[in-house]
């Protein structure tokens, strides 16, 4: 077996965990052979991490050792980067979100036709065991037929960084993390959108979003809500799944948690509760002989890891599980939820 030869472009948080953890599962398959980043002290930061460094672009780029870059770079840098590694005879695998809009995303395919080289996105949270379950739960109808899933992540602080808060850069968090959460729900839907609607948060006064919220509903009836936040000091479950015979709630990436299932739906009535000031049947929790508690169901991939995925397409000519036309798909959305927020600051005005 021969490893794929790569360089990394962009040393900062994501360039060095694919250097020092990503490519390291997949020894035999990922051959990391230097690694390129614009700041002195970031190529430092990889020599001490034992990696070859080069001064500039073109020196890793003329370099016929490496036949693959992967790049890692702030998201306004991918297109061009991109583009000049199939340019210059390297297939590419390129960080999330892959561009800023879809005709930058095209330019990138039209170049990787031209030049025949593979090119291929890191979309990677489709490996989530989370989402592994959630996936479990629907495709398996342990709780019925899935018709609402809601899928969350909140942190209370901010928008990392520095050029995540920038428009010109690609920043916000609808690209951010905005892009694993749709590549999720799409790839997990696997239907048309019928409709939408969005909402940014803005409350940190930056020039970009630090959260939004989604509402989504699929022609096969399937409706979603998508939400991500950064001033959230209190959270909501990572998931929330409601099935037609039960419900599911994975609270966190621990992975804790739980499946409630109908058993009888001829069980008694549960008796009316107190709720606050008043009393309630509706509200009251179902009577015991109503329901079961199930544990998760393990999360199991059925799909190769993915950089052994990258190292088939690339050396075996194997099918990517990340689509071009699924990344597509994906920037495509979220060019339309820009586009309705946009409009509605029109009417607004
Ligand atoms: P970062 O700011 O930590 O690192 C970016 C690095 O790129 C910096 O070291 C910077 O000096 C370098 N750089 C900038 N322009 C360059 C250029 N033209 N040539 C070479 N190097 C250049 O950012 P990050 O958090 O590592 O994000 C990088 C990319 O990875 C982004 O696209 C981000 O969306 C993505 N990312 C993906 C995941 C994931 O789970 N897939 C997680 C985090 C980040």
């Known amino acids: 077996m021969t490893a794929v030869n790569f360089a990394i472009v962009g040393y900062g948080g994501m360039g060095s965990y694919h250097a020092t953890s990503l490519m390291v599962t ?20 990889a020599q001490t991490n034992g990696f070859k460094t080069y001064e500039t672009l073109e020196e890793l780029l003329e370099d016929e050792n490496v036949e693959a870059v992967l790049v890692a770079t702030p998201n306004d840098t991918h297109k061009e980067l991109a583009i000049q590694a199939m340019q210059a005879g390297k297939n590419v695998l390129c960080e999330k979100p892959v561009a800023l809009n879809v005709a930058e995303f095209d330019d990138i395919l039209a170049v990787a036709k031209e030049t025949g080289k593979i090119f291929m996105v890191h979309q990677n949270r489709r490996w989530d065991p989370d989402f592994l379950i959630v996936r479990n739960l629907y495709k398996e109808k342990t709780i019925g037929d899935i018709f609402q899933i809601e899928s ?3 942190g209370a602080n901010g928008i990392p960084g520095d ?20 590549d999720q729900l799409l790839f997990l839907v696997e239907s048309p959108i019928q409709s939408m609607h969005v909402d940014f948060s803005t409350v940190l006064g930056d020039e970009v979003d ?34 037609i015979n039960g419900s599911a709630r994975i609270d966190d990436w621990d992975l804790s948690g739980k499946i409630v299932r109908a058993t009888n739906t001829n069980a008694q009535t549960p008796a009316p509760i107190q709720a606050g000031v008043g009393l309630t049947k509706t509200m009251a929790p179902p009577s015991e002989d109503a329901t079961e508690e199930l544990t998760f169901p393990e999360p199991v991939c059925d799909y190769e890891p993915f950089y052994a995925n990258v190292y088939e397409v690339m050396h075996h000519g194997a099918t990517p599980i990340v689509k071009n036309k699924e990344v597509r798909q994906v920037l495509s959305l979220i060019e339309d939820m820009f586009a309705l927020i946009k409009e509605k600051e029109l009417t607004q005005v």
Do not use: C
Request: avoid cysteine; aromatic fraction near 12%.
């Open 26 to 45: 997949e020894k035999e398959k990922i051959n990391l052979v230097g690694v390129y980043d614009i700041l002195e002290s970031r190529r430092e930061v």
């Open 152 to 154: 969350r992540v909140q």
């Open 163 to 182: 050029w995540r808060h920038l428009k010109k850069h690609g920043g916000g968090m609808l690209l951010d993390w905005g892009v694993h959460l749709l």
């Open 210 to 243: 630090d959260g939004f919220i989604t509402f989504i509903t699929f022609e096969n009836g399937v409706k979603a809500i998508v939400e991500v936040g950064t001033t959230n000091y209190v959270k909501l479950p990572r998931w929330y799944i409601k099935g």
